[in-house]
């Protein structure tokens, strides 16, 4: 396996510094940055394509690094001077190990697998990636399909919302869809269409108190963004619109919050149905 050292800002460390920060430049290069145990762990093991693994040389590593490593995991080995990977890490500590350099699977919603069961989440126009990397994790951990990211909306692959996810994004189908004609387009061609897709939107003014909900069915759940809810678009396909009954004084919950709400009354809904 080939290793090379970098010590110096080169053009190479550059280019993966873009990756932090240049959306467009993420894009062009069809790559971004992975760091942590776990979401770096999980990425190999789902088979995502390393192109570059990025160690502190000089530095003792953890068994978990070395086994990396030495591991039949694509990509390059780079040793890294530890200051260097350290601001690649974003980390105050100078403590980073190892980072991968990852890349972009295709935006193809056909990599959502859509059957009788289906249960996919819709985030339209999300402005905030932390958001998106929780609604993921989210979605991931209540039985979800697959989440699809819709319009101008913050980057499924931004630093902050790889992290948020904490490894989900690499167990749980996410794909990036322009218009609502892809996915409706999609939906329609889909298997699960035999047995009928009911859209269900959620908003705090929804007709239907999320209780009363029948989420048994194959369901795509939708999820507004965070300041305007759904688009008049996504409005209008909705089958039907869900509230999520609250007490207190708060008037709404965040997004990604209100998501995962929404995703745990469809999972013990489900739960219930299978009777286990």
Partial sequence: MRTVQITTRNARFQQWQALLTNRNKRQRAGEFLVQGVRPVTLAVEHGWHTTALLY???????????????????????????????????????DAELIAVVRMPPDDLTRIPVGPAFLGVLFDRPTSPGNIGSLLRSADAFGADGLIVTGHAADVYDPKAVRAATGSLFALPTVRAASPHQVTDWLA????????????GTDEHGTTPLFDADLTGPVLLLIGNETTGLSTTWRTACHHTVNIPMHGTASSLNAANAGTAILYEAARQRHRTRGV
């Fill in 56 to 94: 502190a040389s000089g530095r003792r590593l953890s068994d978990w690094a070395r086994d990396l490593l030495d591991s039949g995991a694509p990509g390059e080995r780079v040793a890294m001077a530890p200051d260097l990977l350290a601001e690649l890490s974003e980390r105050e500590d100078a």
């Fill in 189 to 200: 061609q889909a298997p699960a269409n035999n047995h009928g897709v009911t859209l269900i």
